[in-house]
């Protein structure tokens, strides 16, 4: 083979070399954005409305295909955004087509029978019980949402909020990543972590 042919040869492996690296890159680049839209995606928690199960700073990975392949459930922990491009992180309630009322006492009523749970470990203010002191009635596909800790959680108790939709409803919280000292699955249903 002649210099001239060797280099002719060299120019296109480096050719093929540069378009296989921008073919994995694209690849790559088209894999986490599948993986961000359809599958998963990490997101913080911000503020202390869910405390005690979830604390300020903690990372989550929120499955956003679940809901795809099943409903979503009462006391699962959801994240959907709000208004103002941020998103909030809040256990369901009320399911569809339930009524959700907060008596005086704090206790929670679901289609006027008393909501057995564990979550909420405060009772709730007078203050804190907004539009839930009357009925709310949810349609076909809304939930009533509330935080944890909730006297400090803006959530579906008051207008600015409000019923959510499904649509609306991004995914399912199921794994905290940070910190490492509670790195592990997050408890769902009607079960307390300590």
């Given amino acids: 083979m002649s210099k001239k042919n060797v280099a002719e040869h060299e120019e296109v492996n480096i050719v093929k070399e540069i378009i296989g690296f921008v073919v994995y890159v694209a690849f790559v680049i088209f894999a986490v954005w599948v993986i961000i839209t359809f599958v998963g995606q990490r997101t913080v928690v911000d503020g202390d409305s869910m405390r005690n199960t979830l604390q300020n700073g903690d990372n989550l990975w929120v499955n956003k295909i679940g809901y795809r392949l099943h409903d979503i459930e009462r006391f699962d922990i959801v994240v959907f955004p709000v208004?103002?491009?941020?998103?909030?992180?809040?256990?369901?309630?009320?399911?569809?087509g339930e009524t959700v009322r907060i008596d005086d006492d704090g206790n929670i009523y679901i289609n006027d029978e008393i909501l057995e749970e564990?979550?909420?470990?405060?009772?709730?203010?007078?203050?804190?019980?907004g539009r839930a002191g009357e009925n709310v009635k949810l349609g076909d596909d809304e939930y009533f949402v509330m935080g944890d800790n909730r006297n400090e959680s803006?959530?579906?108790?008051?207008?600015?909020?409000?019923?959510?939709?499904?649509?609306?409803?991004?995914?399912?919280?199921v794994f905290r990543l940070w910190p490492l000292s509670k790195f592990g699955t997050i408890k769902n249903g009607n079960d307390t972590e300590d």
Avoid: F
């Fill in 154 to 173: 803006l959530d579906s108790r008051y207008e600015e909020v409000g019923n959510i939709e499904k649509s609306r409803i991004e995914g399912k919280a």
């Fill in 83 to 96: 208004e103002n491009g941020d998103y909030y992180i809040k256990r369901v309630i009320g399911l569809p």
């Fill in 118 to 129: 564990n979550y909420g470990r405060e009772t709730i203010d007078i203050d804190s019980i």
